[in-house]
């Protein structure tokens, strides 16, 4: 069994993300993750009793009973929400999943508000966090941050489960798990998730959460992956190295309305200027004809489907909100059960709500 204490930092760091993946699993329970850094940890075993159970605690949450039971699960943990980049969905909706688990919980937003602020490393601060909580969930503007901390935690004395929720320009792995719970059940009726093709539109480039569903969709059969964006902002190659690698057949294109016509999924993403180099390098890129509106709305096949991980600006048109293909509103909400999955099945109650009631 790999383990975290086994290997030095500079060597875990080296190694492939899949290569990563049995270190950062929980050592006492079959394919279950400790620390979740990255998309390339999950497997289809994994993201399909990840939707089980996410689909068990949504029945469940329904009823006083249900919720009563899910909310004696984790009395006894605490969670550390530190999010040093803006956000409102992710940081909600993990407080949300907290909340319906029964794990109490804490929140550092700013980091002028800590005392890194006074000069601490942030390699310092996370560590005091694992002194008082049971469990961070965190989200930095740094590659890799998550990982060295997962690392570092469970090299002392107080090991605690990391979950990353958004690194950089790099991963975004909860939002790339519900979005995997949105295809998964907007298309489990209608001959569910393989043989399908999912076009991504907008900012390609600095989209984390484009890398990880990019590579979540590998776990399925013939998933075709379609990159529309301003050459500027087309996918990075890291990206499209995987699909071809996996044998995955992808397309990159120009044309939104063409792509749109044959898709079964539009995930559409913003402008990501929070990245940009130099004052208004993103206002100088022509992006009008990668936005969603009514037209476009027409050519979606009936039962296609409109996504998008929000915040958006003008990338989709407010006129298609009440389309009953516009997924983006469900897919938020979606992010709540997944993410009370998550921390469930990371604690190790994922057999006792799927036994609930039985
Ligand atoms: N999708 C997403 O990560 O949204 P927030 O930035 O609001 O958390």
Not at 16 to 45: I, V
Not at 157 to 180: E, F, Y
Not at 281 to 296: V, Y
Request: glycine residues 6%.
């Amino acid at each position: 069994m790999a383990k975290l204490t086994d290997i030095a930092w500079n060597e875990f760091e080296a190694l492939p993300l899949e290569a990563k993946r049995p270190y950062l699993a929980n050592p006492d329970l079959p394919n279950t993750p400790y620390h979740t850094l990255f998309a390339q940890q999950f497997d289809r075993d994994l993201l399909e009793r990840l939707a089980a159970l996410a689909n068990r605690i949504r029945f469940m949450a329904k009823s006083k009973e249900g919720a009563l039971y899910l909310k004696s699960l984790l009395p006894h943990k605490r969670a550390m929400l530190y999010f040093s980049q803006p956000s409102s969905r992710t940081f909600l909706s993990h407080l949300a999943a907290c909340q319906i688990l029964g794990l109490t919980w804490g929140s550092v937003r700013d980091a002028a508000t800590s005392s890194e602020f006074k000069g601490e490393s942030r390699e310092d601060s996370i560590r005091t966090f694992s002194s008082y909580f049971d469990m961070i969930i965190m989200r930095t503007p740094e590659k890799g941050l998550a990982e060295q901390m997962a690392w570092e935690l469970s090299n002392s004395d107080r090991p605690i489960p990391i979950i990353n929720a958004g690194s950089g320009k790099d991963q975004h792995p909860t939002q790339a798990l519900l979005d995997i719970y949105t295809l998964l059940r907007s298309f489990e009726t209608k001959g569910g998730l393989r043989n399908r093709t999912v076009t991504f539109c907008g900012d390609l480039l600095r989209g984390r959460t484009v890398r990880s569903l990019s590579y979540l969709l590998t776990n399925f059969e013939n998933i075709r992956q379609v990159f529309v964006a301003p050459p500027e902002l087309q996918v990075p190659d890291d990206v499209l190295a995987i699909l071809r690698e996996k044998g995955v057949q992808y397309a990159i294109s120009g044309n939104l309305r063409e792509a749109v016509s044959l898709s079964d999924a539009v995930y559409m993403t913003r402008i990501q200027d929070e990245w940009d180099q130099s004052k208004g390098e993103s206002a100088r890129i022509d992006t009008h004809l990668f936005k969603f509106g009514a037209e476009e709305l027409k050519l979606l096949p009936p039962d296609g489907i409109i996504m998008h991980p929000l915040p958006r600006r003008d990338e989709i048109a407010t006129c298609c909100d009440r389309d009953p293909r516009a997924m983006y509103w469900r897919q938020m909400r979606n992010g709540m059960w997944i993410r009370s999955a998550l921390i469930a099945m990371t604690f190790g109650f994922e057999k006792q709500i799927m036994c609930f009631g039985a």
